[in-house]
């Protein structure tokens, strides 16, 4: 069965540096997809960053890239220039390439990032 | 990106009414949509996927008769929670998407629903 492990409940970083949250997962599939998602307190899931199994290069949006580490199933997002709107929860999560698994998503349980000035 | 419309936004009702939720995707048809339930400062818990036009497939412990969930095309999916309690207060999100492993899903604001 597939697992997503964030091991960060809640994180602090300040103004202006860069934050890893982790993210580890565990699959027997060979073909799935991992993303981030942000919650802020309003509620709305917000799609940042995905990589691919099979891509070779880290996936990199804006401010955020991810640090995948595929032989250690880890699925690190890296926020660059922390900014006070990036004080949300944060969420891992894998879809799987499986036939008949209706693409369904498996989240971790989250973290909450508190960005101080 | 893709938009989702989630209505209402937020509900308070009496114990006892149902509530339906609606779920509109707005600039692409959505075969699959799934419906999650949150706790505070908790993940999504996945009530069931929606498929246009058959049955929804509910996750284990979700009772089907308490959360009727209808996919009558393939840009709606709604959500009703009937004779509502208390315990059935909570964040409902639902999302869509293709199925493939690399589209993420595109969810909804939520709807935070509140039995009195």
């Known amino acids: 069965a597939q697992k997503i492990t964030q091991t960060q409940p809640g994180m602090f970083v300040q103004e202006k540096e860069a934050v890893t949250l982790d993210c580890t997962y565990d699959?027997?599939?060979?073909?799935?997809?991992l993303f981030w998602y942000k919650q802020p307190s309003s509620g709305e899931m917000i799609f940042l960053i995905y990589?691919?199994?099979?891509?070779?290069q880290n996936a990199t949006e804006g401010r955020y890239s991810l640090n995948f580490q595929k032989a250690r199933k880890s699925a690190n997002l890296v926020i660059s220039a922390s900014q006070l709107g990036d004080s949300a929860m944060y969420f891992c999560a894998m879809r799987e390439g499986r036939v008949g698994n209706a693409g369904k998503s498996t989240f971790g349980d989250g973290t909450t990032l508190t960005v101080k000035p | 990106g893709a938009v989702v419309s989630q209505h209402p936004s937020r509900v308070i009702c009496k114990s006892g009414t149902s509530v339906k939720i609606e779920c509109r995707s707005l600039?692409?048809?959505?075969?699959?949509m799934f419906w999650y339930r949150q706790f505070p400062k908790q993940s999504l818990m996945l009530m069931a996927t929606s498929n246009e036009g058959s049955k929804a497939t509910y996750e284990q412990g979700v009772e089907k008769d308490k959360f009727l969930i209808n996919h009558a095309s393939l840009t709606l999916s709604t959500l009703t929670v009937t004779s509502a309690h208390p315990e059935d207060s909570s964040f409902y999100i639902c999302?869509?998407?293709?199925?493939?492993?690399?589209?993420?899903?595109?969810f909804g604001d939520g709807t935070r629903l509140s039995i009195l």
């Open positions: 999302s869509a998407s293709g199925t493939a492993s690399n589209q993420p899903q595109h």
């Open positions: 990589q691919g199994s099979y891509d070779e």
């Open positions: 600039d692409f048809q959505a075969t699959t």
């Open positions: 699959t027997s599939d060979q073909s799935y997809g």
